[in-house]
């Protein structure tokens, strides 16, 4: 191909050429070129994608109608082409919406709603239909009933790439022997390559979803899998976001739509878990962020040379000496009620005193007198009075200011400071606080009102000069504490935050108001948009699908991840019939949804192979990465907002959080199985012991009586003993016309036990001894007694029975390994 | 032996079978004592004058496999023996360690011959019969007498009277395994010296020390058999004789001292029956390696474990004994009794051993 070079200019219509070759894309169709981003690169995984998309739809749909999931999905051999089938028996769609559902990629319910389910983005069943038209040119064919319709309606639909709407060829009504539910039809080119996962996928989903039921018939096999309970997961409920998880652009986006006038209004109606009490905080950090805060002073002592008291009356004039006495002497005792000072405090103490003068002496003090109040007083707290102001404030013995900041600063920093440097630097940021009288506007910055990051740049750069001209360093953590000294003193100022109206637009502004939402203590989000499944469910789901020895589970408290509660939920099964050679299987689940593709790039998987599987009893080769051995760990997280690495929804992303979460549900089910193997363990060499030594006594025993010429002993209480084993031993002794009974417990572990002992006797026991029970059935009578037997103490039941009476002995509570029974 | 010291033998081996039997139809737990065979659990005698066992006790109990496989091990050795002494048969140690390969349950048999002479003592122990009376021989150890002495032994093929300096030949009277059957009918002996090794005991045979200075030669062998030092107590006991011992100048020498004066730390139940208190030790004394200025070799790492072990060993805690070996981990150095061959053949029986036992004040 030949290339001409151009150079800009040479041709003036180039850009305009350009521009008339570029034009939007639908979505349907940038997906049509970029199927692998939803998990359709291949015939043999375009399969389970569907197959998995389909399902996923029919579970939410039937579980969000509080229908128990019944779900039928069949692939066959349709010719060059695979024909999938899903049936469900949900609610049905309606005649209008069933077509948007499956033919327009981005339709969905649950893009906006912060509520957990499978489905989020509205693309995956439209864009399987999209992968089935693409390779097999065929139409899918969709039937759905909806609850007491008489008949069903079946549309054939493709869709039309080039604005992403669906194409209906087909739309009719039909019967159906559902009495409600939809069935979706897809061909398409595939294989059954995958048939591993797609066999995986369905068995993880009903593990996870043991209220459903689900049958899976394809070319070759056939599986049904029942539920394991009735319940059907918790109905969540659609949550407001959460404060700590929105982003500046969608809080400006919130602030247009909003009804609300006040921010104060806005926060609480917008966001979840905002009542009055956290608006009010959010508030505060806004105004401290926005506004900044104002630096409150001392009040002068009574050693200093300040006379608020002449002050006030040299700045008030014509007021009466007695109410203009009375008026400063008010406001000389209001400033010394504080601790320290600021402005707008001041300006409500001299109010204050002015209402108050005002009513006692009938006197006016209008707001002239009352600002010129407030001047002198604020001058003279600030050191800042005319005569000597800070210009030449090096002849007065030092300014209020930089006694107050020393006071401050040295508190602060570290005591290898010496007293010299702090002065220097004090007196260099009193000078910056002086300064602020000067700057800016007409009236300067008399208020001291600061943001912390000025404050912080007048600290650099005291400091910075303290270092140049003292020849000390003054390092960043230095700065920092005095920058949160003096900002922990300083006042959050009363002003009102702006209304919405004012902030909607205001770029900044709205950042500061997201930088305080995000500052603010605010409760985690509440949960009931999240169903998790439940310890229980995850122990019963393993347990229907793997035939193990020993299943744990947990299920953690909500933790937040950007604003979307999440919940992680882990289950352990081991041993029994689960494969004892390699390494053991990991399942995967977000939002009850198996994953079953990209293992390696999944945060979950990530966190297994990163705990010390050792530390748990199980084998791991090299000390990390998956442990070895007949064991199932499973892990679900279950978010509003599950965040995964693409749109193909295989894998969850590295979110340090949910990272945090997957570990110590993970290391909770770990505990379980850890004591378990322990005591697993501890078993197995007892039997061992139990084995060579029940070998051996009864052989010492029988030389022992051989060489002494007796009988042989009885071993079975020495056994006991040394097997630190419960015996349970009966004794029989004629008593009258009957029997007496002893049934003894002799507890010789090292720990208390509690056994259930039922003696079926074939005649009715009399004369029974305390804590025991007796019923007869058919002619038996089953003696029942669960005493607790601390160690090595005994305890005994007793009763009488006529002569001819038999007794059979069951005992539970024990392991059978630590229990001697002689009847 | 007596019948019926047999008897009493067998009867304290069915004893403690049944000891066993009794714990089981108590429902405890099989069991036996024996006191612990470690230098730190034993003790002076002072009434006896050797060293005894502690209060210390290990537990030989069927609580645990190892423990239960001993106890059984325990009661096929009892049968064992109280078969052989009811047949009055005897039977070395190793071959009770072959044997038990014959006993039906695999459980039972030795895995070493450590492990069965290990239990032997342990019966001994227990029962307080001493292994002899078991009718249980140890290896011929091999070890001799020279000298001016005449008795009489009990063989299997008769009495015998022999005199150890003109019935024997040049190798001199073979100690039996069981001393006991001995009658001391006459010595002229002076003394008795006890020597360690082989080359020096031919050279003072061939120097005819024992004829010159009336002397008893004992030839050791290494670590005396019980019958060695069992003899060596009877002629000091019975004849009045004075016991010198003469090793080379290390460490493991001084045990060998130590076993003949003082008892065996693994026999010390037997020290009244074994054990010499009044041996008195010639040398290789370190102070001699100075004094004769004898060829050395130096201390190794182990020889300098020996002799701080030998430092906190209670056996070793007199005088003596802590100047020597202090003396010695000073020096550095060891010699060996033949290192005396450096000042001529005739060194030792001229200069040195009379020099030395007349220091002793036993010439």
Same mark, same amino acid.
């Given at each position: 191909?030949?290339?001409?070079?151009?150079? !800009?200019?040479?041709?003036?219509?180039?850009?305009?050429?350009?521009?008339?070759?570029?034009?939007?894309?639908?979505?349907?169709?940038?997906?049509?070129?970029?199927?692998?981003?939803?998990?359709?690169?291949?015939?043999?995984?375009?399969?389970?994608?569907?197959?998995?998309?389909?399902?996923?739809? &029919?579970?939410?749909? &039937?579980? /969000?109608?509080?229908?128990?999931?019944?779900?039928?999905?069949?692939?066959?051999?349709?010719?060059?082409?695979?024909?999938?089938?899903?049936?469900?028996?949900?609610?049905?769609? $309606?005649?209008?919406?069933?077509?948007?559902?499956? =033919?327009?990629?981005?339709?969905?319910?649950?893009?906006? &709603?912060?509520?957990?389910?499978?489905?989020?983005? =509205?693309?995956?069943?439209?864009?399987?239909?999209?992968?089935?038209?693409?390779?097999?040119?065929?139409?899918?064919?969709?039937?759905?009933?909806?609850?007491?319709?008489?008949? @069903?309606?079946?549309?054939?639909?493709?869709?039309?790439?080039?604005?992403?709407?669906?194409?209906?060829?087909?739309?009719?009504?039909?019967?159906?022997?559902?009495?409600?539910?939809?069935?979706?039809? !897809?061909?398409?080119?595939?294989?059954?390559?995958?048939?591993?996962?797609?066999?995986?996928?369905?068995?993880?989903?009903?593990?996870?979803?043991?209220?459903?039921?689900?049958?899976?018939?394809?070319?070759?096999?056939?599986?049904?899998?029942?539920?394991?309970?009735?319940?059907?997961?918790?109905? $969540?409920?659609?949550?407001?976001?959460?404060?700590?998880?929105?982003?500046?652009?969608?809080?400006?986006?919130?602030?247009?739509?909003?009804?609300?006038?006040?921010?104060?209004?806005?926060?609480?109606?917008?966001?979840?878990?905002?009542?009055?009490?956290?608006?009010?905080?959010?508030?505060?950090?806004?105004?401290?962020?926005?506004?900044?805060?104002?630096?409150?002073?001392?009040?002068?002592?009574?050693?200093?040379?300040?006379?608020?008291?002449?002050?006030?009356?040299?700045?008030?004039?014509?007021?009466?000496?007695?109410?203009?006495?009375?008026?400063?002497?008010?406001?000389?005792?209001?400033?010394?009620?504080?601790?320290?000072?600021?402005?707008?405090?001041?300006?409500?103490?001299?109010?204050?005193?002015? /209402?108050?003068?005002?009513?006692?002496?009938?006197?006016?003090?209008?707001?002239?007198?009352?600002?010129?109040?407030?001047?002198?007083?604020?001058?003279?707290?600030?050191?800042?009075?005319?005569?000597?102001?800070?210009?030449?404030?090096?002849?007065?013995?030092?300014?209020?200011?930089? @006694?107050?900041?020393?006071?401050?600063?040295?508190?602060?920093?570290? $005591?290898?400071?010496?007293?010299?440097?702090?002065? #220097?630097?004090?007196?260099?940021?009193?000078?910056?606080?002086?300064?602020?009288?000067?700057?800016?506007?007409?009236?300067?910055?008399?208020?001291?009102?600061?943001?912390?990051?000025?404050?912080?740049?007048?600290?650099?750069?005291?400091?910075?000069?303290?270092?140049?001209?003292?020849?000390?360093?003054?390092?960043?953590?230095?700065?920092? %504490?005095?920058?949160?000294?003096?900002?922990?003193?300083?006042?959050?100022?009363?002003?009102?935050?702006?209304?919405?109206?004012? !902030?909607?637009?205001?770029?900044?502004?709205?950042?500061?108001?997201?930088?305080?939402?995000?500052? $603010?203590?605010?409760?985690?989000?509440?949960?009931?948009?999240?169903?998790?499944?439940? /310890?229980?469910?995850?122990?019963?789901?393993?347990?229907?699908?793997?035939?193990?020895?020993?299943?744990?589970?947990?299920?953690?408290?909500?933790?937040?991840?950007?604003?979307?509660?999440?919940?992680?939920?882990?289950?352990?099964?081991?041993?029994?019939?689960?494969?004892?050679?390699?390494?053991?299987?990991?399942?995967?689940? #977000? %939002?009850?949804?198996?994953?079953?593709?990209?293992?390696?790039?999944?945060?979950?998987?990530?966190?297994?192979?990163?705990?010390?599987?050792?530390?748990?009893?199980?084998?791991?080769?090299?000390?990390?990465? !998956?442990?070895?051995?007949?064991?199932?760990?499973?892990?679900?997280?279950?978010?509003?907002?599950?965040?995964?690495?693409?749109?193909?929804?295989?894998?969850?992303?590295?979110?340090?959080?949910?990272?945090?979460?997957?570990?110590?549900?993970?290391?909770?089910?770990?505990?379980?199985?850890?004591?378990?193997? %322990?005591?697993?363990?501890?078993?197995?060499?007892?039997?061992?012991?139990?084995?060579?030594? =029940?070998?051996?006594?009864?052989?010492?025993?029988?030389?022992?009586?051989?060489?002494?010429?007796?009988?042989?002993?009885?071993?079975?209480?020495?056994?006991?003993?040394?097997?630190?084993?419960?015996?349970?031993?009966?004794?029989?002794?004629?008593?009258?016309?009957?029997?007496?009974?002893?049934?003894?417990?002799?507890?010789?572990?090292?720990? %208390?036990?509690?056994?259930?002992?039922?003696?079926?006797?074939?005649?009715?026991?009399?004369?029974?001894?305390?804590?025991?029970?007796?019923?007869?059935?058919?002619?038996?009578?089953?003696?029942?007694?669960?005493?607790?037997?601390?160690?090595?103490?005994?305890?005994?039941?007793?009763?009488?029975?006529?002569?001819? #009476?038999?007794?059979?002995?069951?005992?539970?509570?024990?392991?059978?390994?630590?229990?001697?029974?002689?009847? | 032996?007596?019948?019926?010291?047999?008897?009493?033998?067998?009867?304290?081996?069915?004893?403690?079978?049944?000891?066993?039997?009794?714990?089981?139809?108590?429902?405890?737990?099989?069991?036996?004592?024996?006191?612990?065979?470690?230098?730190?659990?034993?003790?002076?005698?002072?009434?006896?004058?050797?060293?005894?066992?502690?209060?210390?006790?290990?537990?030989?109990?069927?609580?645990?496999?190892?423990?239960?496989?001993?106890?059984?091990?325990?009661?096929?050795?009892?049968?064992?023996?109280?078969?052989?002494?009811?047949?009055?048969?005897?039977?070395?140690?190793?071959?009770?360690?072959?044997?038990?390969?014959?006993?039906?349950?695999?459980?039972?048999?030795?895995?070493?011959?450590?492990?069965?002479?290990?239990?032997?003592?342990?019966?001994?122990?227990?029962?307080?019969?001493?292994?002899?009376?078991?009718?249980?021989?140890?290896?011929?150890?091999?070890?001799?007498?020279?000298?001016?002495?005449?008795?009489?032994?009990?063989?299997?093929?008769?009495?015998?009277?022999?005199?150890?300096?003109?019935?024997?030949?040049?190798?001199?009277?073979?100690?039996?395994?069981?001393?006991?059957?001995?009658?001391?009918?006459?010595?002229?002996?002076?003394?008795?010296?006890?020597?360690?090794?082989?080359?020096?005991?031919?050279?003072?045979?061939?120097?005819?020390?024992?004829?010159?200075?009336?002397?008893?030669?004992?030839?050791?062998?290494?670590?005396?058999?019980?019958?060695?030092?069992?003899?060596?107590?009877?002629?000091?006991?019975?004849?009045?004789?004075?016991?010198?011992?003469?090793?080379?100048?290390?460490?493991?020498?001084?045990?060998?001292?130590?076993?003949?004066?003082?008892?065996?730390?693994?026999?010390?139940?037997?020290?009244?029956?074994?054990?010499?208190?009044?041996?008195?030790?010639?040398?290789?004394?370190?102070?001699?390696?100075?004094?004769?200025?004898?060829?050395?070799?130096?201390?190794?790492?182990?020889?300098?474990?020996?002799?701080?072990?030998?430092?906190?060993?209670?056996?070793?805690?007199?005088?003596?004994?802590?100047?020597?070996?202090?003396?010695?981990?000073?020096?550095?150095?060891?010699?060996?009794?033949?290192?005396?061959?450096?000042?001529?053949?005739?060194?030792?029986?001229?200069?040195?051993?009379?020099?030395?036992?007349?220091?002793?004040?036993?010439?």
């Amino acid at each position: 191909m030949t290339s001409f070079q151009s150079t !800009l200019g040479d041709e003036p219509g180039i850009a305009e050429e350009l521009a008339e070759s570029q034009q939007s894309i639908s979505i349907a169709e940038f997906f049509e070129k970029n199927k692998h981003m939803l998990g359709f690169d291949s015939g043999a995984r375009g399969l389970v994608t569907a197959v998995k998309e389909a399902v996923d739809n &029919a579970l939410d749909a &039937a579980e /969000e109608s509080g229908i128990l999931p019944d779900i039928y999905v069949e692939i066959e051999e349709a010719g060059d082409y695979y024909r999938l089938i899903v049936e469900d028996n949900g609610p049905g769609l $309606t005649k209008e919406s069933l077509p948007k559902v499956f =033919g327009k990629l981005l339709y969905g319910s649950r893009f906006h &709603a912060r509520e957990q389910s499978r489905g989020q983005q =509205g693309i995956g069943i439209s864009a399987a239909v999209l992968y089935s038209q693409l390779t097999s040119g065929k139409p899918a064919k969709i039937t759905s009933r909806t609850q007491g319709s008489e008949e @069903a309606e079946y549309f054939e639909l493709i869709i039309d790439t080039d604005d992403n709407e669906p194409e209906i060829s087909v739309e009719e009504t039909t019967t159906w022997d559902r009495p409600h539910g939809t069935r979706i039809e !897809l061909e398409m080119e595939a294989n059954m390559r995958a048939r591993q996962q797609l066999h995986d996928y369905i068995k993880h989903t009903a593990v996870v979803n043991p209220h459903a039921r689900l049958e899976l018939r394809e070319p070759q096999e056939h599986f049904k899998f029942e539920r394991a309970t009735d319940q059907l997961p918790a109905e $969540t409920e659609e949550i407001r976001p959460h404060p700590h998880g929105v982003e500046l652009g969608t809080v400006m986006k919130m602030l247009t739509a909003t009804d609300s006038q006040t921010v104060s209004g806005f926060v609480q109606e917008e966001f979840t878990r905002v009542g009055k009490k956290t608006a009010d905080s959010i508030i505060d950090e806004f105004r401290d962020r926005h506004y900044g805060r104002e630096m409150r002073w001392r009040p002068p002592a009574s050693h200093e040379n300040v006379d608020l008291h002449a002050a006030v009356e040299d700045a008030t004039a014509n007021k009466g000496a007695e109410a203009t006495a009375a008026f400063a002497q008010s406001i000389a005792d209001g400033v010394d009620d504080y601790d320290r000072i600021a402005y707008h405090e001041l300006l409500e103490t001299v109010e204050s005193a002015a /209402e108050a003068v005002e009513d006692d002496h009938g006197t006016t003090f209008g707001d002239t007198v009352r600002e010129n109040a407030v001047e002198a007083v604020w001058l003279e707290l600030i050191d800042a009075v005319e005569t000597e102001s800070v210009d030449d404030g090096g002849a007065d013995d030092e300014s209020r200011l930089v @006694a107050d900041l020393y006071d401050l600063a040295d508190e602060a920093t570290s $005591t290898r400071k010496d007293d010299e440097t702090i002065h #220097a630097f004090a007196d260099r940021l009193g000078a910056a606080f002086g300064d602020e009288l000067a700057a800016g506007d007409d009236e300067g910055n008399v208020r001291h009102r600061l943001t912390r990051t000025r404050l912080r740049a007048f600290v650099d750069r005291a400091a910075d000069l303290t270092e140049e001209y003292d020849d000390v360093s003054f390092g960043e953590t230095a700065r920092e %504490n005095v920058t949160d000294a003096i900002w922990d003193v300083m006042a959050t100022v009363p002003d009102d935050p702006p209304l919405v109206r004012e !902030l909607n637009g205001d770029r900044d502004a709205t950042s500061d108001l997201v930088d305080a939402m995000r500052a $603010t203590d605010i409760m985690a989000p509440p949960t009931r948009c999240l169903s998790p499944i439940s /310890e229980d469910l995850i122990t019963a789901g393993l347990e229907k699908e793997f035939d193990a020895d020993f299943y744990a589970s947990a299920t953690r408290d909500a933790g937040v991840s950007g604003g979307d509660p999440f919940i992680v939920e882990a289950g352990i099964a081991y041993g029994g019939d689960l494969p004892a050679e390699g390494s053991g299987e990991v399942m995967r689940f #977000a %939002n009850r949804v198996p994953l079953v593709y990209q293992r390696g790039a999944c945060a979950t998987t990530d966190v297994v192979k990163s705990i010390g599987w050792r530390n748990y009893g199980l084998d791991q080769p090299g000390g990390s990465g !998956l442990p070895n051995g007949p064991v199932v760990i499973m892990v679900h997280v279950a978010s509003t907002n599950v965040p995964f690495t693409s749109e193909s929804k295989d894998a969850v992303a590295n979110v340090p959080e949910i990272e945090d979460e997957i570990e110590l549900a993970i290391r909770e089910a770990a505990r379980d199985l850890k004591s378990y193997l %322990n005591k697993r363990r501890s078993m197995q060499q007892r039997r061992k012991k139990q084995n060579v030594l =029940g070998k051996i006594l009864p052989e010492m025993a029988e030389k022992v009586a051989e060489v002494t010429d007796r009988d042989e002993p009885d071993i079975d209480d020495a056994i006991a003993r040394i097997m630190n084993n419960v015996l349970v031993e009966r004794n029989v002794e004629a008593n009258g016309d009957g029997r007496a009974v002893s049934v003894v417990v002799e507890n010789n572990s090292g720990t %208390n036990e509690n056994l259930e002992i039922t003696d079926i006797v074939s005649a009715e026991p009399t004369a029974l001894s305390d804590g025991a029970t007796v019923v007869e059935m058919d002619g038996e009578w089953f003696v029942k007694w669960e005493p607790e037997v601390p160690s090595d103490d005994e305890a005994a039941l007793e009763y009488e029975v006529p002569d001819d #009476a038999t007794f059979d002995l069951d005992v539970k509570g024990v392991e059978s390994e630590k229990l001697t029974v002689n009847q | 032996m007596s019948a019926d010291d047999t008897q009493e033998a067998r009867e304290q081996l069915i004893d403690l079978a049944a000891q066993f039997y009794d714990q089981f139809e108590l429902g405890e737990i099989p069991h036996m004592s024996v006191p612990t065979r470690t230098k730190n659990n034993i003790e002076y005698d002072e009434d006896k004058d050797v060293w005894v066992y502690g209060d210390r006790e290990s537990t030989r109990s069927a609580n645990s496999v190892q423990g239960a496989r001993k106890l059984l091990k325990a009661v096929y050795t009892i049968e064992f023996l109280a078969d052989q002494l009811e047949e009055d048969r005897s039977s070395t140690l190793r071959e009770l360690y072959y044997l038990s390969e014959s006993w039906d349950n695999e459980e039972a048999q030795f895995s070493s011959q450590d492990e069965s002479n290990n239990l032997v003592e342990d019966l001994e122990i227990v029962s307080g019969v001493t292994r002899e009376d078991f009718h249980m021989r140890p290896e011929e150890s091999g070890a001799t007498i020279m000298g001016p002495l005449h008795l009489r032994e009990q063989t299997r093929r008769g009495e015998r009277e022999i005199h150890c300096q003109e019935d024997v030949g040049e190798g001199g009277y073979q100690i039996p395994n069981n001393p006991d059957t001995i009658e001391f009918l006459g010595s002229d002996a002076d003394f008795i010296l006890a020597v360690e090794t082989g080359g020096m005991r031919d050279r003072l045979v061939e120097n005819g020390f024992d004829e010159e200075f009336n002397a008893l030669i004992v030839h050791l062998k290494g670590q005396p058999a019980r019958a060695t030092r069992r003899i060596t107590k009877r002629l000091h006991d019975e004849l009045d004789l004075p016991v010198t011992v003469f090793t080379d100048g290390d460490p493991w020498s001084y045990r060998i001292y130590g076993s003949v004066a003082y008892g065996s730390i693994k026999s010390a139940h037997l020290s009244e029956y074994l054990a010499t208190p009044e041996a008195d030790f010639i040398g290789i004394q370190p102070a001699d390696i100075v004094e004769y200025d004898l060829p050395s070799d130096p201390l190794s790492d182990s020889d300098i474990n020996a002799l701080e072990s030998e430092l906190e060993d209670p056996r070793f805690q007199t005088d003596y004994w802590e100047e020597q070996i202090e003396l010695q981990l000073d020096l550095g150095k060891k010699s060996e009794q033949q290192s005396l061959a450096a000042r001529g053949l005739d060194f030792v029986t001229d200069t040195y051993l009379p020099e030395r036992l007349g220091e002793m004040g036993v010439l």
